[in-house]
């Protein structure tokens, strides 16, 4: 009987595959996690999310849930002024873009002015790959934080 029993568990196992998810997002439906790209990054969790694109930060005060197509468009702020010396502006702005798998596009798009950021390309799991950029940096790198 306890033969049986196991022989049911692991074929049951191999046709429902892995208890973990195989989509690259963490929880299917959301953009959170680290997102990298070329001197831009988005880091996500279940109430909001941190953007960095160049010598720019901002900030999304709600959760981003892609619709079914993977677009999603939410409020936040953005401060464009944060280098070389940071004047503290938030901006209201329009976080927008969409994710593919793996892949997501984003824009920041600021609401008070003509000013728009990207599109970047960010890809969910990777570091941000941040330029010069003073505010970007880690101590120990030779530049201020």
């Keep these: 009987m306890l033969t049986k029993?196991?022989?049911a568990f692991v074929a049951a196992a191999?046709?429902?595959g892995p208890c973990e998810?195989?989509?690259p997002l963490i929880s299917p439906g959301?953009?959170?996690?680290?997102w990298g790209g070329e001197?831009?990054?988005l880091i996500a969790d279940d109430t909001s999310a941190h953007v960095h694109?160049?010598?720019?930060y901002g900030s999304v005060h709600q959760q981003i849930v892609p619709d079914a197509d993977g677009r999603f468009d939410v409020p936040g702020e953005q401060n464009i002024?944060?280098?070389p010396v940071d004047l503290g502006v938030l901006h209201p702005a329009r976080f927008s873009g969409r994710i593919t798998g793996g892949r997501m596009t984003l824009t920041v798009t600021l609401t008070d002015t003509t000013v728009t950021l990207g599109p970047v390309q960010l890809a969910y799991g990777e570091e941000p790959?941040?330029?010069p950029c003073p505010i970007c940096r880690r101590a120990g790198d030779g530049m201020p934080k």
């Design 5 to 7: 029993t196991i022989v």
């Design 14 to 16: 191999a046709v429902l």
């Design 21 to 23: 998810p195989t989509d």
């Design 30 to 34: 959301t953009a959170k996690g680290t």
């Design 39 to 41: 001197n831009a990054g």
């Design 53 to 56: 694109i160049g010598c720019t």
């Design 81 to 83: 002024t944060a280098h």
């Design 129 to 131: 790959r941040m330029g």
